[in-house]
């Protein structure tokens, strides 16, 4: 049991940490965010350089090969300066659908991502899917040795700038039924493929995609055509892990700015802050911070869990402390700030925004308590 | 104790209700259960329909355009409107100014100003709060100094709501820099296309811009706008954010949106369900009806204390109120971002070919960062603690 | 619309009041529970004396043909003293069930009720019923002109000093079926009555009961036989009116209790109550206060309701809000108190109790939630 | 970074459990999980079989007594205890005098008290707390004044966990009348059978009598127990105080509460079905399961922190350990009344005859007014939110 990072775990934090702190200001990240597509090719090269790009992926298959901690460490990292770049979507999604793939796909997706020279999008959600990761109405029809694809996603993270998509689509069965899902790799410029792009709540971007009879080859499925969900399931726990550590990255940095504006700002004569319903407020989020940071060490723990049901009940889990703790410490901020936090020009508004974003990705707190409680509960 | 409307109460709902639906413009009403902003033009169109029917200023005594309605009847009136929904009225008018003109300015004031902000000819905003004042209003720094027969001004304002539209402001400003704090303060009406007045709008979290900040450069202002006594401004801001109070705990826009969550909740599916029939979600969306109800009843309580024992100071136990009426609200925007689920992400801007009908997520979120104004403005929950802890229960 | 009491309403309050802060204080409350049967026939008769065993019956009944806010108005000032005396029991649910029964019923025990020399208790509760009032094993079954009752009763208030047992029994159908209730009146010395007698939690008693083959005749039937579920409903609502009224005044006091001794206790040299965490808790404890007041208005008020599913739906959203708040306010006034709070020397820790049993008697905050949401809310 | 324990840990787990299982009187483990107090004799057996095992002090330094364990295996010691359930150590002796003993005490004092408190020979209790004092200890009011070899102490203790069974008492006391505040207090150790010592029990609100006041009255000590230098005492509290929030999350005990609770909801009937199948029962729990989750990975945090850094000072962070570790016991305390329901409200006074096997309602109602008193003792959870403003985040 030791919670302490190693030594090139540090190294890591300190390369991420000194990379943003030089290259992702507030005032600089809005000129990101103003750039085509939304966010900084200049930083994704920077990110590639640096090795983060290729942090996850086996040696073989010119990655680092490195563990969950470490993409833990890059995401708090991201979470704490608000990141806009396609790392999500990219690396932790594209990435776990791709180093679940065969040797070929690797070999032809890989590099791309690891040189940042292509990005990738997961298209998922449905309209009316809500949370259900098996809830899918879009068709792939077999069609010659490949597929054809027909049907409506929705909010793609990144899916206006990524260069490959990644598209779960029923294969077989009804709307809901968990047999009959297959995964599909989409080049984003197939013919048929319709992408509206659109600005978030927390400053990224993301798109809805219409397939209309979008033919693609047998390379394109990734594993079993027709038993796909588990693949899909274990996509997404990876990124239910990445944005709990991201939220906590997010957390930390939303104490720290309203714990340094409460001693700052003065009223009737004195620092805010030495008001106890303040203190208490403050002490409560963090509190909610360290509970959550508990959790999110325990949902990277369990990144490598081969009991999948187990991995997906304690993801589960830390996504209900994240959720809640994310909920707790943005409005918490919001309120120590005062007007102030409800405004553009403080960074408490920003982090706020992206803490309920997250609340929203992937299942919100709700979702997941009654998975856990359908579970039986986490207790051993 | 009879705790129920009698028989002209109700007829008198029936008939403001039917007014509302019949005379709002159906387009301006989607907007509002939608959660859509408002133009300028709803609003003052809105507030014209109302003065034309002789109900822009209910609460105003008779001689000024007031109707005379007992406390039960403003009740019902102000509740109605929010439950069509309809545009609620600009307060800095009707509920602030206004009532501080006829209450406290000379029969010029009253003459030329009174009708103008009953029919919206004015469009006015407040210039109370400053970048270092917050909950310390008091400490105000923006001075007015004589000059001849006129005042010139020098300062900066915030949080000044709508200031874009404004064609007036009243103002607080310190006329005495010797006295102390409360004292020294003076209530200046300035007419808002006076040279060396700058307004800088300030974006909110929500993308939307509904608050400015106003500078004031040597702006020369006429001494007669100078509301009452000078340095005795203090009092009438007083006066004035009593007032405030009003109706603050919103429970008639509430049931609106009570409505429309159940409304959205049995179209949004959750499985092969509507997300309504979720045992869980109905049961918290039962749990702040039930918070609701429990607040209309203790409004109703303050209402007809008042009705009956007559207005006097504000009751310090209306601090509920403000608690309460605000948590609600914030409850009921976090319950709809839960019903919009993933589509609480897209962002869309006003304008933007997604803002328009059929496009029922993309306010939610906005209106869930918005509304956590609520609970900061207007005294914050924190102050309305120390109100009930220091004025009710002698701590 | 109008708050006010009237002023025959101000009477009665003051004349209760008055009577309570004569004969109910803290050591003299312990005295009349050391008493034979747990509580005081002294009080009793003063009760009887000023009428207020006869407040909720017509006159015709020999009563004094009062409304439910008078009611209200005792119960109110019986939470304050944290009164033992079995007026809910009496009054309120046997009061309740007679108000309905024939007018040879009435006429046989409402005298004895009113000059307070009868008492009456509600069995109703069974080991698996929890809080469904309909879910009834206790068998009556038709013998001759009357019945034979049979089965086990639990957690009867006063259940062990009432002269007449009112009991839920049922005539036909399965154990949780509407139809086939019926409502009897059992004398308490009837041949195959046992009756095991105990303290409760707070302070005051209760019985477990079983009915071998208890013989009762036609005149023991409220109402229908096979139909008597309604009125139970009917009555247990009025015993939740009263509770929410008890509860509102046993929350007023522990409020003025726990202010009374932040403002006195001294501690770092000066009174705690100026601490602002506490004086936040105190605020919020008058809040809860406050809108559980506002519900028991509305309780009282739906009393007279006509339509029977709105008043069910009214009292249970009231039930919910006293639960709630009862809760809040009686750990509040323990957590203000600090050490003493958690000790008999103190009133606090007695309004805590009480507050908590109002809680779990005739359904707890969820049980009624649950109802309320399943009729679909309570917005107009 | 290793979340996981390692084969050697886990394998101590196992030992540790097996010896629990099997060397504990399973009436003793069933009074535990069913709520009921234990007595005197089964706290002493029990210490005296951890003893004769080598494991009654496992934290003390080994020459001692103590074991030598991690850290991590100290915790997995404390959390068995605590899941078995077995009665937890009582605190006064060996967490509590014993250190204090040891670290402060003279080679006279070691050899005497040491042996006697791990084979619990000595029944000990603590004199801190005074009716005037609470959270703010220091202005204890008891004084012992020297006359020739002794100390006359008089004065008054309260909140003495099981005075009524102790045969030794730690005091603090005011030896400098003139010392500023903490200065001037001295740390004695007195002989409960001294003459002038009265203990009157104080019931508390579930009808127990666990605590007690204590009165002295011109007790006559020998100088010789006196613990360190005089006017020091104030110090050594603080290092014992320190010791005390060792595991005061009690994760282990809160595991067996659930186990409990699940039980018992798999018993108690809702309408047709076990109230365990109800899913907002379910889902409330899995709540609690999901924050007692986080709290036992930051307990393990602040576990791991320690065997690798040392122990220092106490890590103030720990203040959470602290809230979340007595939120999350009255929650469980309120599920339990929860599933109780109706028979929540007999109430069943020790050695009743229904306080016994099969009457499992009875001590619920109890324990959930009994639990009041953790967020309460041991720095209040408001001094907690106080510690942690000032010393974790600087305000």
Redesign the interface.
Known sequence: ??????EE?RLLKDSVDGLLKASYDFETRKKYRAEKGGWSKDVWGKFAEQGLLGLPFSEDDGGFGAGP?ETMIVMEALGRNLVVEPYLDTVVLGGGVLRRASAEQRAAHLPGIIDGSKTMAFAQ?ER?S???LG?IKTSAKKSGAGYTLSGEK??VGHGDTADTLIVTARTAGGQ?DAKGVGVFLVPANAKGVDIHG?????GSR?A?IKLNNVEVGADAVIGDADNGLSLVNQVADDARIALCAEAVGAMEEALKVS?EY??E????GVAI????????R???M??AL???R??S??AS?ASSFTDLDERAKTVA?AK??IGRSA?FVG?GG??LH??V?????YRI??Y??RL??IE??FG?A?FH??R???AG???? | MDLSFNPEEVAFREEVRTFFRESLDPVVRKKLQEGHHTSKDDLVNWQRTLNKKGWAVPHWPTEYGGTGWSAAKQYIFLEELQKTPAPPPLPFGVNMVGPVIYTFGNEQQKKHFLPRIANMDDWWCQGF?EP?S???LA?LKTTAKKKGDTWIVNGQK??TTLAQHADWIFCLCRTDPDAKKQSGISFILIDMKSKGITVRP????DGGVE?NEVFFDDVVVPAENIVGEENKGWDYAKFLLGNERVNIARVGMSKERIRRIKELAGM?????KP?IEDP??RQKLAATEIELKALELTQMRVVAAEGKHGKGKPDPASSILKIKGSEIQQTLT?LL??V??????????EG?G?NEEGDWASPI??G???Y??V???GG?N?IQ?NIIAKAVLGL
Do not use: C
Not at chain 2, 268 to 272: I, P, Q, R, T
Not at chain 2, 340 to 349: D, E, K
């Open positions: 049991m030791d919670f302490d990072l190693s775990q901690i959600v009316d809500r949370y259900d809830d929705f909010v809901r659109y600005e978030t709540q927390d993301a809805d714990v409460i001693k700002r003065k009223q009737f802050g030495s008001f106890q319903a303040l203190q208490h403050a002490a409560d963090f509190t360290e509970t959550a508990s959790m060490f325990l723990m889990a209900v402390q909920r409005q919001v309120q005062g007007g936090g409800v405004t553009m020009e508004g920003h706020f925004k309920t974003m929203q990705q919100d709700d308590l009654r856990v409680a359908q509960g986490i207790t051993e | 709060s270092g917050g909950s310390d400490s915030t949080w300030i974006q909110t979290i608050v949004v599916m959750s499985g092969d997300l869980q979600f976090e971002l839960e919009t689920g993933p589509f609480a992400l897209p962002f869309a801007p933007d997604r979120a906005p869930y960062f918005n956590r104004k609970s900061i403005y914050s924190e603690r």
